[in-house]
C-alpha cells in the first residue's frame, strides 16, 4: 500500500514525547504486549493512520515502502519507576545527555525498544512511511518471523534498536541455541565413572575449548600484532559460547542420573550456524543435542541508500556519523536473511543500558532522533530530506 504525501501529518515533538512516555509506562514484557500494542494503534489513528494488530500481535500501519521503520514492542522483565529527572554530572559523563539538567526518562524499555519505536511511529506519520511493531523480540522474534513470510518485501528497512543518535548499525553477530540432554545410570558417588552431570560438563569444556583456538578464537598466525605476537580477534569477529542454563540430578525413581544443559552461540558475519553447530557436536560421544532455528549473522554496506540518508542526515542534525557493528543479535539479521533490500539499525538510547536496572534515555536525544528518522524517511521518498 502507497500513501500519497497529503497523508503526512506534523507530529509535535512533544506529542512524540508523550507518546514514549505513555508506552513505557506500560510494563510489556515478551508475551504480554498487548496493552502497549494498542496504545500504538491509537496513537496512529489520532493521526489518520490506518493500523490494527495482526493475528500474531504485531501493530502494522502500512504505507509508503520506500522504507520500512520497525522496532520491538516486547522489554525485558523488570520493573523501574517511570519519571522524567534532570540529568546530573553522571550521566553527562556516561553520555547519556549532553548537558546536566537535561530531562532523562527513567522506565523499562526507554533504551531498549521503546525509545526507537515511539521515535519511527512519530517519524512513520511525520513522513507516511511504512511502519511495523513487533512482538517477542526479546525471546524467540516470533513477530520478525511471521512479518517476512506475511508482507512483500519493501524498498528499504530501519529497525529500531538503540545506537545512539548518531550511531548507524551495519552488522550483527547470529544466534544459535540448543539443549545438551544426557542419561547415565545411578550409583554410589565412589565409582570412578562419570555420571550425567559430568557428561555434560565435558561436552561443554570441549566447546568452550573449540571455539578459542586460532579459527574461532584469538585469530589466525598472519595476524600479528606489532609485537609479532597473534593479535586478538575483535569480539564481533569471534564465537561467543555461553551456558545459560543447567539442571541436572538423580531422577524421580531414583535409577538414574540426568542432566540438561541449556546453550548459547553467536555467529560472527565469517562464519554460519551450520558450521558453528558441526563444531560444537565434533566431540560429543555422549548424550544429543537439540538446535532451535537458527537467526543468521548480517553485515550490511556502508554505502546503500539508506546508510548514505542516515549519515547525511546525521550531518545536517549538527552530529558525526558512527558506523556500528554490535555484538549481539537483532530482528535485522531475519530481515536481511529473507528480504534482498538494503537496510540498517538505527535509533536513540545508550545501548550499554540494555536490560539494565538504571535503563533511562535523553529526551533531547530522542527528539533528535526523531528528527534524523524524518529527514531519512523523507530521502527515501525522493524529498529532499529538508
Given amino acids: ?43 496512529f489513528d489520532g493521526y489518520g493512520r490506518e493500523a490494527w494488530i495482526d493475528e500474531i500481535g504485531n501493530v502494522r500501519a ?11 514492542i516486547d522489554t525485558v522483565p523488570g520493573e523501574i519507576p517511570v519519571e522524567v529527572q534532570p540529568a546530573d554530572e553522571d550521566d553527562v559523563e556516561a553520555d547519556i ?23 519511527m511511529a512519530a517519524a512513520a506519520v511525520r513522513t507516511g512511511v511504512s511502519f511495523v511493531g513487533v512482538v517477542g523480540e526479546e525471546t524467540s522474534s516470533r513477530g520478525a518471523r511471521h512479518l517476512v513470510e506475511d508482507r512483500e518485501e519493501p524498498d528499504a528497512v530501519v529497525n529500531g534498536e538503540p545506537s545512539g543518535a548518531t550511531g548507524i548499525t551495519l552488522g550483527y553477530r547470529g544466534f544459535l541455541a540448543g539443549t545438551y540432554v544426557a542419561t547415565s545410570e545411578s550409583g554410589h558417588t565412589s565409582r570412578p565413572e562419570p555420571n550425567a552431570i559430568q557428561h555434560a560438563t565435558n561436552w561443554w569444556n570441549g566447546v568452550e575449548a573449540a571455539f578459542e583456538n586460532d579459527e574461532y578464537g584469538v585469530g589466525p598466525p598472519d595476524r600479528r600484532d606489532g ?37 548459547q552461540l553467536r555467529v560472527p558475519p565469517r562464519l554460519d550456524a551450520d558450521s558453528v553447530r558441526e563444531t560444537a557436536e565434533a566431540g560429543l560421544e555422549i548424550g544429543t543435542v537439540s538446535w532451535d532455528e537458527p537467526i543468521p549473522p548480517v553485515m550490511e554496506s556502508p554505502r546503500t541508500e539508506v546508510a548514505r540518508a542516515f549519515r547525511a542526515a546525521i550531518r545536517k542534525e549538527g552530529g558525526d556519523p558512527r558506523l556500528l557493528r554490535k555484538t549481539g543479535t537483532s530482528d535485522m539479521n531475519l530481515y536481511a536473511g529473507t528480504w534482498d533490500c538494503p537496510m540498517v539499525t538505527y535509533g536513540p538510547g545508550n545501548s550499554e543500558l540494555d536490560h539494565a536496572p538504571d535503563e533511562r534515555l535523553s529526551l533531547a536525544e530522542f527528539d533528535r532522533s526523531v528528527e534524523i528518522l524524518e529527514r531519512v524517511s523523507t530521502t527515501l521518498r525522493g524529498g529532499d530530506g529538508k
Fill in 1 to 43: 500500500m502507497s500513501a500519497t504525501m497529503e497523508e503526512t501529518n506534523d507530529v509535535s515533538l512533544e506529542d512524540a514525547r508523550q507518546l514514549l512516555i505513555d508506552l513505557v509506562s506500560i510494563p510489556s514484557p515478551s508475551g504480554e504486549e498487548a496493552a502497549a500494542a494498542e496504545e500504538l494503534v491509537d496513537f
Fill in 227 to 263: 609485537g609479532g605476537e597473534a593479535a586478538e580477534v575483535p569480539v564481533f569477529e569471534r564465537v561467543t559460547a555461553k551456558p545459560v542454563d543447567i539442571d541436572g540430578g538423580i531422577s524421580e525413581d531414583g535409577l538414574s542420573v540426568e542432566a540438561t544443559l541449556d546453550v
Fill in 62 to 72: 502500512p504505507a509508503d515502502d520506500a522504507v520500512l521503520l520497525t522496532s520491538h
Fill in 97 to 119: 545527555a549532553d548537558a546536566e539538567g537535561e530531562d532523562v526518562l527513567w522506565g523499562r524499555g526507554s533504551v531498549d525498544a521503546t525509545g526507537p519505536l515511539a521515535a
